[in-house]
């Protein structure tokens, strides 16, 4: 399942995950980043969007473990 449709950072999260996260704690991964990997996002009219499949990438990137609830992640390149 591909999600593309840009959204804020803690709806993509929450979407993603189910969690509810501080839109401080998001906005780090996205500018600053967990272990030199940083949650892909867009600045569009003065914030910062993303989309399910880059918090999907993000969680397995910063993870040790495979999550197997979260869906595969393909990328068109």
Known sequence: ???????SLTAAVHAATGETYHRATVA??????????????????GRRLTTVDEVVAFV???SDIDAPALPEVSRAS
């Open 28 to 45: 780090r991964w996205a500018t600053e980043g967990i272990g030199g990997v940083r949650l892909r996002n867009w600045k569009v009219g």
């Open 60 to 62: 397995r990137a910063t």
């Open 1 to 7: 399942m591909t999600q593309t449709k840009l959204m």
